[in-house]
Structures are given as C-alpha cells and as structure tokens.
C-alpha cells in the first residue's frame, strides 16, 4: 500500500441511515489520505447520507409553490404507474437475454474454442474492473486519483460492461447514496429485489429522481476530458468494445464460429457483466450482516464481492463511502479492484488514496454495528472504553447512548463498570 499522510476533514462524507443525526465524531488522525478534501457538515435535521463535497444547497426561496408541484407531480406520477414502462429500455434487455441464453445454450454444448472462453472470462472482468475501480470508486466518490492514462484504460473497460456513460452513472450512483432507499434512490431497495436489480431500468424514473438529480453537481465530471470524451461518443464506443472486438478476435484470431463469438463473448458475457453489477444494488441491499450500522439495509454480502469483484462489502461502503478500498478487509482475495489499483499507484498512475483508519472502523463497529463485526478482543473492548469515556465527557443521555450500543458480547457489563 502507498504511504499516506493524516487529514480529519474527509469524515464528514460518512454515509449512514436514513434517519437520525451524524454520529461520526471523528477525530484528527481518524481518516488516512493524501489530499484534504473540505465537505460540509450534515445538520441534525438532515438524512444521513453520503454528502458529496460538490452538492449544491437545495434553493428553497418559494417552499409552499415547491412543496404544492412536487405532490402535483407525485400524484400524476402515481396515477401514471403501471402504464409508464420504460419501452426502449425494456425491449433491449429482454431481447439482450434471449441472445444470452442462446450464447448459455453453445456454452454447454460445447461448441466453442477453449481460447473463446478464456477470452470472454478476461473480457468480463476488465468490464467489471471499468465499473468499480472507475465509475464507482474513481469518478463517484473520488476516494483516489488517477493519472490520464489510468483514466483512459478505465474508461475503455467502463465502456466494455455497457452501463450507460460515465456522467450519468455517476448522477445516479451519487444520488443513491446521498437518498439511499427513499424516492430519490434510482434502485430503492424498499420498493422490492426485482426492481433494485434490473426494474428500475425498465420504469420511468420516479419524479423526486428526476428533481433531485436536476440538483446534483457534477462539474467534476464536465471538467474531465476523459468523462467529456466518453460521453460523446459513447453509443460508438459502446459498438466497438463491447461487441465488436469481443466478437471479432475470436473469429479473425483462431478461427471460431462469427455467431458463437457474438452469443458467448459479446451477449452472454455483457449481461453476466450487467447481473454482477445489479446484485450489488439488489442483494448486498437485502441480505448479509451488518456490523458497521444496523441501521441501514446495505450489508455485508460475500458472494456478491466475490461476483462484484469486492463491492460486496456493502455496509462498510455506506458507512464509509470515500474509502477507495470499500472494505476493510486486507489483502485482496475478497477485493480483488483493490489490488488492481494498488497495482497502479506502484507505477504512479494512482495516487492520494482515502482510506478509514483501524481506530475509527473500531469506534463506528461498537457503537452502531449489529455485533457482527469480528475482530481482537483488545481492540474493541479499546473502542468501547473509549466511546464511554467520550460520552460520559458529555451529557448523561450521551453516556447512556454509548453504553446501550456496546452491542458485543462481555462489553455491556464493562461499560457499566466503566461507567460506575
């Protein structure tokens, strides 16, 4: 891993539930990182949700004509639903798998070149490796930076998974964490595992979508020429990376079947990519353990981060979004986006990583984890001595806070004594 130097600020980008104040109460030395990034503090009325450090204040000049078209909108938007499939949408992905299960069908007749799979398998995880160590980690939450070069290959792999441009997947991913499971999540998890997975692309998007996207600063991304580049011409990128030369290097290298090339290694392969991808948003929403915060439905689901290539570990991310590593895991068998850009920073493509520090992982664990979180005796019976010493440093209802969440075993009886 790089060296990195010490900044408090980042902390304030903690993602938590929906409802209830920031109970992050980091101190200096809490979040390693090379760069300081300046971010607001949410009020205690706002959700707690990832804040990125680029979202505009809400313009509330004429709260009652707001508030009056906004439940406008929501009641036309309701009386609308059920009729209001998104067509194009719809009609590509039903017809994306009908290919695919032609593709699944030559799969296990084995009527393909051992070279063709291997070629797919290759194929499929550089595009996953496009969406998580770039659209997501790089460009999302900015949680590193990466030279032009580093920047250029990820947004070639980001083309080859197929999922939309950079810029919108972006807004939408941006807006999932900032209204996680609300009406503003593009993929709200509450509205069913379906509609989390893949629905949400089939439907017209939800009025408060819309709104709330309309208010989400991207300038970051309009800055980039990368981003810039990719959003322009982006349906011909998207012919030629993920269909074009998955298909014709098969076919012009050694020789295999034009359409077996195009089922398996363009169509099967894409939507595997695209089903990866979409767990994420359904099941790591659903099921798993939650010990960074019992409070919100992402959680800790391993088959996910072993098909999402370490996205997995989904209530660590929430927690803490800005963490390039998005889990505090070491070593890479279970974040395997980890390790590929850790092998770029030794090559000094990527650079000023963000990451939580083990002492504030430990103090967040025992005051809001739901117990699961497995680690040394020393050290969380360390976090949570020193969570009480910290409340009680305060208020009596702060104290009392502390002590109700040491939530592991053996702590509630040495918090008391602490306490006493």
């Known amino acids: 891993m790089p060296p990195n130097i010490v900044t408090p600020e980042e902390s304030n980008m903690s993602s938590d539930n929906n409802n209830g104040n920031n109970n992050n109460n980091v101190e200096e030395g809490d979040i390693i990182t090379k760069t300081s990034v300046v971010s607001s503090l949410p ?3 706002q959700s707690r949700h990832f ?9 509330l000049q004429h709260p009652e004509e707001d508030d009056k078209k906004e439940h406008e909108t929501q009641e036309r938007w309701e009386r609308q639903q059920g009729g209001q499939l998104a067509w194009r949408s719809t009609i590509l992905i039903l017809s ?43 460009w999302a939450h900015r949680s590193y930076s990466a030279r032009r070069p580093l ?68 300038s970051d991304l309009l800055r980039d020429p990368v981003v810039r580049f990719q959003r322009k011409y982006y349906l011909r990128l998207v012919a030629l990376f993920t269909f074009a030369i998955p298909t014709l ?41 939650h010990p960074y915060e019992e409070g919100i439905n ?46 770029f920073s030794t090559l000094g493509w990527a650079y000023n990583f963000k990451t939580a520090s083990p002492d504030l992982v430990a103090r967040r664990a025992v005051r809001t984890g739901d117990g ?20 009680t440093r305060g208020t009596n209802q702060a104290a009392e806070k502390v002590r109700e969440s040491c939530v592991f075993k053996g702590l509630r009886k040495k918090a008391e004594e602490l306490r006493n």
Request: proline share 4%; glycine share 10%; charged share 15%.
């Open 249 to 289: 290097v098969p076919v012009l290298v050694w020789g295999e079947s034009l359409l077996y090339a195009f089922l398996v290694a363009g169509c099967f392969k894409y939507t595997c990519t695209l089903h990866c991808t979409w767990l994420v948003n359904s099941a790591a929403h659903m099921w798993g353990m």
């Open 298 to 343: 992402p959680a800790e689901n391993h088959f996910v981060a072993f098909a999402a290539l370490g996205e997995g570990w989904h209530n660590y991310h929430h927690v803490f979004p800005w963490d390039y590593r998005a889990a505090e895991l070491p070593g890479y068998v279970g974040n395997l986006t980890t390790g590929f850009i850790d092998f």
């Open 96 to 138: 994306l798998h009908l290919l695919s299960a032609a593709g699944c069908w030559v799969l296990l007749i084995g009527g393909l070149c051992r070279a063709t799979i291997v070629w797919t398998i290759l194929w499929g995880i550089g595009g996953g490796l496009g969406v998580t160590a770039g659209a997501h980690r790089l």
């Open 372 to 391: 699961s979180w497995n680690t040394p005796k020393e050290r969380r019976r360390s976090a949570a001595k020193e969570l009480l010493l910290a409340g």
């Open 151 to 218: 920047r250029i290959l990820l947004m070639i792999l980001f083309t080859v998974a197929g999922e939309n441009d950079i810029y919108e997947w972006t807004r939408d991913h941006r807006l999932h964490h900032r209204h996680s499971e609300t009406d503003a999540d593009p993929h709200n998890a509450r509205r069913g595992f379906f509609f989390a997975h893949c629905g949400w692309l089939m439907v017209r998007k939800h009025p408060e979508v819309m709104r709330q996207g309309a208010k989400t600063d991207l």
């Open 51 to 59: 804040q990125h450090p680029d979202q505009p204040v809400e313009d």
């Open 43 to 45: 009020s205690e009325n």
